[in-house]
């Protein structure tokens, strides 16, 4: 089999548009282990190759010679490509020098193309393919990409940037992400080069259009959070160009409003992802279009200051929720003792649903309370449980051990209450 049949999967599974996703109905980025799996395997036997061919030149005394043929020249830049790939792909470069990363993955991805054309002939009609598949998602890209003037505010007690961007306001579903490019000055002399993924916060079609909420997690987010802040007044907007390219992800073939209940379990930012899906489906809720009956989102945060900037959107969810035939509740926990202002009382008071509590919830507890909601919703309608419960939707995203511990608890729940409830889908963003 021809040595190179292996090198289109890794260029597909690198995109942000390929067909596997597409037709999996699942995200790139649910995608990227095999994209990282396939890139090893080439690794590895790409340099026991290489090493096979030195041990035998020099057994020979012929290294000189071998080494320099045209053929081999191109193999050994080909090598020095794919090992400069593993090595800038290493976490430490990831989240240390993104730009370097980023640099050299697309320099030696395209170097790699040609070096393999004289390296090897029967290769030509898989990098023809490459080549196919790179033009295909830039096409695509560029397609995907909008321009815009967006708001920009700081949201101090989070730690994030806020941005609204009214001029968009469809073409996406709850959960899905776009990746944003800042046109700015303020964010240096390459800041508009990179180019980095966020959850949308809001809903298609609503009142804010296009909004995200970009937390401080390196160099360029911080700069964005300072940009912010350059406002002469607390009341004057600071403006920015953007470039949106999206959207991307999402659910996939998931439909929360098919099932009967929905927990949300997000830490910190990741709040992002729990306002879309449940403004969703209080949307679809008072269009008679879902089928959800409870909601629960529960948000882990740091201080309890962290919910002032967000106060007003989650009373006003639960508000507009009491209109619809869906009960939403929402608990939020804080894990350290307050250093902010602490939320007014009164405003939580003024709604039972919302409370909020410090230490760490207690998930296995809440799955079994919901699950005994929507089983008793189901017998006092007098219907089997088995035909009115749909199911159980639980939604996860913010630290890796959140995530792992929701698994876990999800994990404990009986077989039998999993029946009854007509099953458990838990979907990590």
Same mark, same amino acid.
């Not at 199911?391 to 939604?395: A, D, M």
């Given at each position: 089999m021809d040595r190179c049949f292996t090198t289109p999967f890794v260029y597909a599974l690198g995109t942000k548009n390929n067909i596997m996703g597409f037709l999996l109905g699942i995200g790139y980025e649910k995608l990227n282990f095999l994209h990282r799996f396939i890139g090893r395997v080439v690794l590895v036997t790409v340099n026991i190759h290489a090493m096979g061919y030195f041990y035998k030149w020099l057994l020979a005394k012929s290294f000189r010679e071998s080494i320099a043929s045209t053929e081999n020249i191109a193999g050994l830049l080909s090598l020095i490509c794919i090992d400069s790939l593993f090595f800038f792909s290493t976490a430490f470069w990831r989240k240390k020098f993104y730009n370097v =990363?980023?640099?050299t993955h697309v320099s030696s991805l395209t170097v790699l193309l040609f070096t393999l054309s004289f390296h090897l002939d029967k290769a030509r009609g898989w990098i023809f393919a490459c080549v196919v598949i790179y033009l295909f998602d830039l096409t695509l890209r560029i397609i995907k990409t909008r321009y815009a003037i967006a708001t920009i505010r700081p949201l101090d007690e989070l730690g994030l940037t806020r941005v609204e961007i009214l001029k968009i306001n469809s073409g996406w579903r709850a959960g899905q992400h776009v990746r944003l490019r800042i046109i700015s000055s303020g964010m240096g002399l390459t800041g508009w080069i990179e180019i980095h993924p966020f959850t949308i916060s809001s809903i298609a079609d609503g009142p804010e259009g296009l909004v995200l909420h970009c937390k401080k997690a390196g160099e360029w987010t911080n700069k964005l959070f300072g940009l912010s802040k350059t406002s002469g007044s607390y009341e004057e907007d600071v403006k +920015?160009?953007?470039?949106?390219? @999206?959207?991307y992800g999402g659910l996939g073939n998931r439909?929360?409003? *098919? =099932? *009967?209940a929905a927990v949300f379990v997000v830490g910190g930012s990741g709040i992002t992802f729990a306002l879309s899906a449940i403004y969703d489906l209080v949307k679809k809720s008072s269009k008679k279009q879902s089928q959800v009956k409870f909601a629960e989102l529960i948000w882990v945060v740091q201080d309890a200051s962290s919910v002032v900037p967000l106060l007003a959107q989650l009373t006003g969810m639960i508000q507009d929720s009491v209109l619809t035939s869906m009960l939403l509740r929402i608990s939020v926990y804080y894990t350290r003792a307050s250093t902010g202002k602490f939320p007014n009382e009164e405003s939580f008071l003024r709604f039972p649903s919302l409370t909020l509590s410090p230490g760490r919830p207690r998930m296995h507890s809440i799955f079994e309370q919901i699950i005994d909601r929507t089983i008793e919703e189901a017998t006092t309608k007098k219907v089997s449980e088995l035909e009115d419960t749909s @199911?159980? =939707? +639980?939604?996860v995203c913010g630290p890796v051990s959140l995530a792992d511990g929701v698994f876990s608890d999800v994990g404990r729940l009986d077989s039998r209450r999993r029946?009854? +409830? @007509?099953?458990?889908?838990?979907?990590?963003?």
């Open positions: =990363f980023i640099a +920015v160009t953007v470039l949106v390219e @999206g959207p439909i929360i409003a *098919s =099932f *009967s @199911g159980l =939707f +639980v939604g029946v009854e +409830v @007509g099953g458990i889908e838990v979907h990590e963003e």
